[in-house]
């Protein structure tokens, strides 16, 4: 089936070949990008940015693949539009869609990107919510091609708090058939009912999916080490959460616990010494600013398939 017109929440809506070919979509503009090669694929298209949230990566790499890709993006914010005197999501989505070819959202509620793709017209991408980051794990599974070759039977072990992050790896990474583990500890363990369906997904695509709350079986034999920030957008810091999560932490030893030649990622933003260290942040086994490069990639290969 084809992807144009289609909206991009949630992985799991997705089968295999449409992943592989969003993937493989990437590979191609990254490489003509690379080279100077014209690929203005969506001339005069326009992609409205509503960002409920801040962001770097999203909000930059958005922006300049559209440009790259001859459109253009709007930055849409409550406090610069009618949404932040209380506009409804449905009735600004009805109105974008009749200006825009594309809407991108980064909300808090994932009812509130639900709720664009309910009411617009023009394919709504999900740019994070409290329960899904999507276009994060399509360019971190570019950045694991990149350096592994493939994707197919590589473990990947997710470290520190179940998040959207985590969420979204469950399903992306066990659909492109990547062994995933959840080194979580045990208070913080994926809500039931995402395990639940990444579960399903995994039967579906003969995969392995694992929730270990010891963090060095949870690496061990590990090609991929994966972590994000203890507290996420709009929580609270909490101490006893900081001290469950502190053996977690991303650095040397736990490292040595994974395969040679393992990559540790991160979606960023760091707090580094928290859950990663400079150490690891900056040494070899790092590829985390591959990753937010391969935001810009995946995320034109998303835009040029649904627009
Ligand atoms: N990883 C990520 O989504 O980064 P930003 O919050 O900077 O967009």
Do not use: W
Not at 51 to 77: C, D, N
Not at 105 to 116: P, S, T
């Amino acid at each position: 089936m084809s992807l144009k017109g289609r909206h991009f929440i949630d992985l799991a809506d997705f089968e295999r070949y449409e992943l592989r070919r969003i993937l493989d979509t990437a590979h191609d503009l990254k490489r003509k990008q690379k080279r100077g090669e014209p690929h203005e694929l969506l001339k005069g298209k326009s992609l409205a940015m509503i960002f409920m949230k801040s962001s770097t990566r999203t909000r930059v790499s958005f922006e300049v693949g559209l440009t790259q890709l001859g459109g253009h993006a709007l930055y849409l914010s409550p406090s610069g539009t009618q949404l932040g005197r209380g506009e409804t999501i449905g009735d600004t989505a009805q109105v974008l869609s009749r200006y825009c070819d594309g809407i991108m959202a980064r909300v808090y509620g994932h009812n509130e990107v639900a709720d664009l793709a309910k009411y617009a017209t023009v394919p709504v991408i999900n740019g994070l919510s409290d329960l899904l980051h999507p276009c994060q794990i399509m360019a971190d599974m570019l950045t694991i091609e990149e350096h592994k070759g493939n994707l197919q039977r590589l473990k990947i072990t997710y470290v520190g708090d179940s998040n959207n992050v985590s969420n979204s790896i469950m399903q992306g990474c066990t659909i492109m058939g990547m062994d995933v583990t959840i080194g979580s500890p045990k208070k913080h363990d994926p809500s039931p009912d995402i395990l639940k369906k990444a579960q399903e997904l995994s039967e579906k695509y003969d995969t392995t999916l694992e929730v270990e709350h010891d963090p060095h079986k949870a690496v061990a034999n590990a090609d991929v080490i994966y972590t994000d920030t203890f507290f996420s957008m709009g929580q609270e810091r909490d101490k006893k959460k900081e001290e469950a999560l502190m053996p977690f932490q991303v650095n040397d030893d736990l490292v040595a616990s994974a395969k040679q030649d393992v990559i540790v990622m991160h979606c960023l933003p760091a707090h580094r010494n928290e859950e990663i260290t400079d150490s690891v942040m900056d040494g070899k086994h790092s590829v985390v600013f591959d990753e937010a490069e391969n935001r810009l990639h995946a995320q034109k290969a998303i835009l040029v398939l649904v627009m």
